[in-house]
């Protein structure tokens, strides 16, 4: 018996293998399928890229503002009525040595008075500023460190 052979396509490479029956897909492929796939995975680019803003902007100011312009700790509203309650208040520091503590607006009144009457009881005189040493703020002017080492090493034999 002989074998058949089926006529050669002249577009197949030659080390195609023809078997008897079998034969190439004759089916196209299905362009709406492949549009769906793409467009899918398009929309869920788009989500992402989305989300993605969304979480680090968005979130990230949210944060930025609670933490730096949002509402302060109880812990410094505390601090802070503490301190505004020192400043405007009369109080004992040291009832024994008769040291107390007067309002921030009254202690300006009294400061500004003495200073007006010309009864201040601090310095006030201005100095003149002293005049930077060659070398700027180390001094000197550089030769002082070969001086330092200036007696000669002994030699060596």
Known sequence: MSEIKP??????????????????DHHEARAGLIAAVSAGILAL????????????????ER??????SGAPSRELIAIREREQE???????IDKE?????IPIDRAMEILAAEYAAGRVSYN??????KPEPPGGAAGGDGAAAPAASAAPAPARQ
Request: charged share 15%; no cysteine; glycine share 6%.
């Open 63 to 68: 944060i930025d503002q609670q933490v730096y």
């Open 86 to 92: 020192n400043l405007h208040r009369y109080s004992f």
């Open 124 to 129: 006030t005189k201005t100095y003149p500023a």
């Open 45 to 60: 680019l788009v989500v992402m890229i989305v989300g993605v803003y969304w979480l680090y902007v968005v979130t990230y």
């Open 7 to 24: 006529p050669l396509d002249p577009t197949a490479p030659d080390t195609a293998v023809f078997v008897e029956g079998v034969d190439y």
């Open 97 to 101: 040595k008769g040291i107390v503590r």
